[in-house]
């Protein structure tokens, strides 16, 4: 058939059937037509064989000269679940004055010859193309699965991840709570004006997970708060239906994506602990940067179609109001924050994100305060100054 390589075994059939038959007739039985029989009797060499040359031939360079034996497969022995695009990645920080970007099929084309012996096949990636400035999607994904700890201790978090579809640009942040408003507002409006600017239309799930545990009238404020949020940007708001994963599929496919490149980051760390929280949120930005680079020049397409962001943020935090008791402190969602003893008996007000408290004597701001959580099994905890 026209456009495809004749194998070593067609070969070989015919010049076995030449012996007995027409030019014709051999290479009818063979596979082929007669003018490949005619190309395979100029030259009776195999098809591998005149592959080969014509792969290597006319001293073309080798684009990972000085790394496959030296680098690339000590550190694929070590680190066995390491897929091409990462250790590419890897070589392209490790050598930036060298042009690696035709390396990839070579790469690719050697790991997967390396690996028919030493590990699986890798992943198929399908990609997907969207109109620029279109559509903006956000939403979380438990990070437990990555094992990372702070000074030992596991972290239990999530992470916030907003795509724009088109450039496949991402913004991503560590999320200690769970899904709420807050985290959701704030995550939002990080990307947005790191972004500088905003899509026409932002899309969610059903965030059935925000309005857990609230009673009717709360998840109404809650929605009426989250389409405020988006007409302040300027973008429509859109859900999923509930129970229905495959209708956000663009961004469940960049969770994975994410996933396994911060899965392969920490592996080329050679470790999952850090000493604070803020170290791990700054490895996460950095993954995120790298990955963002690549885009660069799709994002230049798209960011002319992304709509002016407002003179300022919208509210990104809920409210609450406290006395402080005599034990010089007061208890928020099961967590006792301590604070001035001369704020004894006074009523303070509560804005509430993610992260952190800040703590309002009617309109005077008097000190912001690391957000606690319940241990599990809902028993109070002390968090102290």
């Given at each position: 058939m026209p456009g495809r390589f004749i194998t070593d075994r067609?070969?070989?059939?015919?010049?076995?059937?030449?012996?007995?038959?027409?030019?014709?007739?051999?290479?009818?039985?063979?596979?082929?037509?007669?003018?490949?029989?005619?190309?395979?009797?100029?030259?009776?060499?195999?098809?591998s064989q005149k592959r080969r040359e014509r792969?290597?031939?006319?001293?073309?360079?080798d684009p990972l000269a000085g790394l496959w034996d030296e680098e690339?497969?000590?550190?694929?022995?070590?680190?066995?679940?390491?897929r091409p695009i990462a250790?590419?990645?890897?070589?392209?920080?490790?050598?930036?004055?060298?042009?690696?970007?035709?390396?990839?099929?070579?790469?690719?084309?050697?790991?997967?010859?390396?690996?028919?012996?030493?590990?699986?096949?890798?992943?198929?990636?399908?990609?997907?193309?969207?109109?620029?400035?279109?559509?903006?999607m956000s939403d979380f994904f438990d990070a437990r699965a990555l094992g990372v700890t702070i000074a030992g201790v596991p972290l239990a978090h999530r992470i916030y991840h907003f795509t724009l579809v088109h450039s496949g640009?991402?913004?991503?942040?560590?999320?200690?709570?769970?899904?709420?408003?807050?985290?959701?507002?704030?995550?939002?409006?990080?990307?947005?004006?790191?972004l500088g600017g905003a899509p026409r239309e932002h899309r969610t799930d059903s965030l059935s997970a925000a309005f857990a545990n609230l009673d009717r009238d709360a998840r109404e404020d809650l929605r009426t708060r989250y389409d405020a949020l988006c007409a302040d940007y300027g973008m429509e708001a859109?859900?999923?239906?509930?129970?229905?994963a495959h209708e956000n599929g663009s961004i469940e496919s960049r969770h994975g994506h994410l996933k396994t490149r911060l899965e392969q980051a920490l592996l080329l760390r050679g470790s999952h602990d850090f000493d604070e929280l803020d170290d791990w949120r700054h490895f996460v930005a950095q993954v995120v940067a790298r990955h963002n680079a690549r885009h660069r020049d799709r994002l230049r397409v798209e960011r002319p179609h992304l709509q002016p962001l407002p003179a300022r943020r919208s509210c990104d935090y809920d409210e609450?109001?406290?006395?402080?008791?005599?034990?010089?402190?007061?208890?928020?969602?099961?967590?006792?924050?301590?604070?001035?003893?001369?704020?004894?008996?006074?009523?303070?007000?509560?804005?509430?994100?993610?992260?952190?408290?800040?703590?309002f004597l009617g309109g005077t701001p008097l000190e912001t305060l690391p957000r606690g959580r319940p241990p599990a099994g809902g028993v109070g905890s002390w968090l102290c100054r």
């Open positions: 067609q070969h070989e059939d015919y010049m076995t059937l030449r012996q007995h038959h027409t030019q014709k007739i051999a290479a009818a039985k063979a596979g082929f037509s007669v003018s490949t029989g005619a190309r395979i009797e100029r030259d009776p060499r195999p098809p792969r290597h031939g006319g001293g073309k360079p690339i497969v000590p550190l694929i022995e070590a680190t066995p679940g390491l250790v590419l990645e890897e070589m392209q920080y490790r050598h930036p004055d060298r042009d690696l970007s035709s390396a990839r099929r070579t790469l690719e084309r050697r790991m997967r010859l390396w690996r028919a012996e030493h590990g699986p096949d890798r992943e198929v990636i399908f990609r997907q193309s969207h109109p620029p400035g279109r559509e903006g640009w991402e913004h991503a942040e560590v999320v200690l709570g769970g899904e709420s408003y807050t985290a959701l507002a704030g995550g939002l409006q990080n990307a947005l004006w790191l859109t859900r999923n239906n509930r129970g229905i609450a109001r406290v006395r402080v008791t005599s034990s010089g402190g007061f208890v928020f969602r099961k967590v006792f924050y301590t604070v001035h003893s001369r704020l004894i008996g006074y009523e303070l007000k509560l804005r509430i994100f993610d992260d952190r408290l800040e703590l």
